[in-house]
């Protein structure tokens, strides 16, 4: 889930490096905030390369 004042390049953001580890991102763009899903995961994901950006 992103912050509700995210913009636009930091959801990007978010969406590229996901999709430098090889998995595909997917926006879901609510009424407040937007929410990142992940999938093609084959294991567990590495939440640290999330953890800064998500905040």
């Known amino acids: ?8 390049q930091e959801i990007r953001a978010v969406v590229e490096i ?3 580890l090889g998995l595909t991102a997917h926006t ?3 009424a407040q905030r937007t929410a990142v899903c992940i999938t ?3 294991g567990e994901v590495d939440a640290a390369r ?4 998500l905040k």
């Open 18 to 20: 996901i999709e430098s």
């Open 1 to 8: 889930m992103m912050n509700r004042h995210a913009t636009a």
């Open 50 to 53: 999330l953890e800064g950006i």
């Open 28 to 30: 879901i763009h609510g």
């Open 40 to 42: 093609g995961n084959q």
